[in-house]
């Protein structure tokens, strides 16, 4: 990816929406998917006047996520105004913290052991929506401005495309198990802009090209991935080639970096107090409040879940990586069988299912399936009741909303399996008849032979006989004619 004279250093910018019913500073309503401008008000569209009031609930979540990556909580910040002129900031500057962030340091910690530190969070509004597709108009949609967002900023502790890949699953992963918000890239909920220059070793940083509003995980990939090698080339052919201090964005079409804007610095946002807004007080109270209600993150659930439960590292990232999975996983747990069966129909099942809208719509208001259901799935593929694939059959209905109770769907879609010993042995008998051939091979050793009588026994019982249970039937039939 880079030339192998140059090392890449790379710092990101990520903003997260929190999930308040309301903005940051008015009352407005703070959904996804409105009509728009439906959800505006003399504050948040910046009439003469208006004056803001901060939303308790955002700096909640707020010290929640600070306390998720272990940063260090000032009692006392500041709130800024950040002076630009663009359509979709109604009001012609942004309240944000500058000087005073309420947050500093904490990180996230790779799978190499190294941790990503962070240098600040800090609270802000988000801007409105600009939308240039129509032509030679551009519309805006303000149901956006106000909105409660925190920036983490990062040292510029990354090298790589794929450590900023792992960083932000990592943050992303934390700050939706701590509760702060949905952290959905396709809503705007997560964004990310990057810094990235490149040195020689043992010479100073070369000159910082930010790559802006980056709303997927695979974009910010691509397009260091391509930035590295953009300015690899540059570099490579010297004078005359120098890299620019500028914005860039990713057009994913072309697979290419191109130029937004020349970057600003601090002095270009004429930062200053925000004379409407006093200091932001945070009590000891509350963020012992916020501590105690912050729930174990994945990092910790990983490792419980191969340590205690015996599970593997793989069904532990599965499980870890969705706090709907998650739950879901802990409240079946209580009254499952197995933890390793619980996990192999989340995982084969459940986890598919999610990707579908409704099925996830459905499971932001609780449970995609009811944890008994799941548990009792569970202890049926156990104790052979049911095969692995019936148990599968009856999750695939359930979390797509199916309303009949496990035992209604077990018996119309004709899922039990039949144990009755009498009813086995004659199906047993019957595909042993003409079949001396086969039991022979058996005999012989030849355990794979079991195969074409087991299916016999299939086809008579409708799928329905327990194949554990012929198997040994069968063997035990074919040594018994032998004697």
Partial sequence: MTNADYAAVIGLEVHCQLGTRTKLFCGCRNTFGEPPNTHVCPVCSGQPGALPVLNEAAVRLAVRAALAVEGTIRATSDFDRKNYFYCDLPKGYQITQFDAPYCQGGGVRLASGRTVRLRRIHLEEDAGKAIHDRGDATLVDLNRAGVPLIEAVTEADLQTADEAHEFLTALKEMLRFAGVSDCDMEKGSLRCDVNVSLHRPGEPW???????????????RDSLEHEIARQSG????????????????????????????????????????????????????????ERAALPELPAAKRARYTETLGLSAYDADLLSSDPVVA????????????????????????????????????????????PADLARVTREVESGAIHANGGRRVLELLVRGDERDVDRILQEEHLLLVTDEAALERW???????REDVAREVRAGKTKAIGALMGAVMKASHGQAAPERVRALLQRMIDESEA
């Fill in 206 to 220: 070369g000159t910082k090209v930010e790559l802006k509003n980056l709303n997927s995980f695979r974009f910010v």
């Fill in 234 to 289: 540059l570099l490579e052919r010297g004078a005359g080639h120098e890299i620019r201090q500028e914005t860039r964005l990713w057009d994913a079409d072309r697979a290419e970096t191109r130029v937004m804007r020349s970057k600003e610095d601090a002095d270009d946002y004429r930062y200053f107090p925000e004379p409407d807004l006093p200091a932001l007080v945070i009590p000891a109270t509350l963020i012992e409040a």
């Fill in 327 to 370: 739950h879901l996983f802990e409240a079946a747990l209580e009254t499952a069988a197995s933890p390793k069966s619980l996990a192999n129909l989340i995982a084969n099942e459940v986890v598919p299912a999610l990707a579908e809208p409704a099925v996830r719509a459905r499971a932001e208001h609780g449970h995609p399936v009811a």
């Fill in 428 to 434: 047993c008998r019957q595909a042993l008849v003409g």
